[in-house]
T-cell receptor
């Protein structure tokens, strides 16, 4: 248990569906992240939030829409996805942003399959 | 473009063997280098290195950073089946990003 909880663990959706991924951290951290992990590729940073403000949007298509209502919760809203979006989506948190805060705590991820 | 390269891509050993995993990097504005272990889904933190030549150790695992030659190694001695995992190397840069490598898949057989 890393203190970062993600739901659902698995998700299968069609290209016309709308779904949301949820992440909750119990560590009192101020920064939260969404990463995408595709087979045989490095983890790719998607979004960074610090104190509920988005500070990084790493050229992610608009069919992915993040939401951070408070510093403990992070959502990723999905709509009209493509099969190539199938991947493991990992949420992470860190104490803050900035030097010395590179240590991330990861959730177990949501394995997403888009049919 | 910032880049982190890990080698080997995969490794198969027997219990009791010692393994060395490599991570080289080319980044602007280096801050730190981190190692993670990913057994099933959640990467778990192993080490963070910021200074050259200072070994960090935790049980049978150890790691060291060479900032002149731009690489790090992760050593695991007396491997056990529970060490089977993907080991990820990541480099922190000053834009608050972690640049990850593709990982080394280690399989330890009894």
């Amino acid at each position: 248990e890393t203190g970062v909880t993600q739901t659902p663990r698995h998700l299968v959706m069609g290209m016309t569906n709308k779904k949301s991924l949820k992440c909750e951290q119990h560590l009192g951290h101020n920064a939260m992240y969404w990463y995408k992990q595709s087979a045989k590729k490095p983890l790719e940073l998607m979004f960074v939030y610090s104190l509920e403000e988005r500070v990084e949007n790493n050229s992610v298509p608009s069919r992915f829409s993040p939401e951070c209502p408070n510093s403990s919760h992070l959502f990723l809203h999905l709509h009209t996805l493509q099969p190539e979006d199938s991947a493991l989506y990992l949420c992470a948190s860190s104490q803050d942003l900035g030097q010395g805060n590179e240590k991330l705590f990861f959730g177990s991820g949501t394995q997403l399959s888009v049919l | 473009e910032d880049k982190v390269v890990q080698s080997p891509l995969s490794l198969v050993v027997h219990e009791g063997d010692t393994v060395t995993l490599n991570c080289s990097y080319e980044v602007t504005n280096f801050r730190s280098l981190l190692w993670y272990k990913q057994e099933k889904k959640a990467p778990t933190f192993l080490f963070m290195l910021t200074s050259s030549g200072i070994e960090k150790k935790s049980g049978r695992l150890s790691s060291i950073l060479d900032k002149k030659e731009l690489f790090s190694i992760l050593n695991i001695t007396a491997t056990q089946t529970g060490d089977s995992a993907v080991y990820l190397c990541a480099v922190g840069v000053n834009t608050d990003k972690l640049i990850f490598g593709t990982g080394t898949r280690l399989q330890v057989f009894p």
